[in-house]
């Protein structure tokens, strides 16, 4: 069974920094990419990054130049991905989820609460 964990979140000042981990196991298929999402109140769920299993990244173009999505490359049925966030903004609050997409369908973290406030 596929299970996602993140950890890593919780209150920051603006211009403050955190990272996120996201652990992946039971993971017995080829990973297409890994990735994070984040939902704000009263809003959808949005992209954040995205890396594939080549190692290329892709970014919101909200968070570009601040957040840097890494993952591990161990060969088992573990992976882990992260998520650096520097410069962090007041409009960065939000839950962020992690996302694992293969075999043609996408698997979703718990989420968990990234607030940047003073």
């Known amino acids: 069974q596929v299970q996602l964990v993140e950890s890593g979140g919780g209150l920051v000042q603006p211009g403050g920094s955190l990272r996120l981990s996201c652990a992946a196991s039971?993971?017995?298929?080829?990973?297409?990419?890994m990735g994070w999402y984040r939902q704000a109140p009263g809003k959808q769920r949005e992209l954040v990054a995205t890396?594939?299993?080549?190692?290329?990244?892709?970014?919101?173009d909200s968070v570009k130049g601040r957040f840097t999505i890494s993952r591990d490359s161990a060969k088992n049925a573990k992976k882990t991905v992260y998520l650096q966030m520097n410069s962090l903004k007041p409009e960065d609050t939000a839950v962020y989820y992690c996302?694992?997409?293969?075999?043609?369908?996408?698997?979703w973290g718990q989420g968990t609460q990234v607030t940047v406030s003073s």
């Open positions: 039971g993971i017995f298929f080829r990973v297409d990419t």
């Open positions: 890396i594939t299993s080549g190692g290329s990244t892709n970014y919101a």
């Open positions: 996302n694992l997409f293969g075999l043609r369908r996408d698997y």
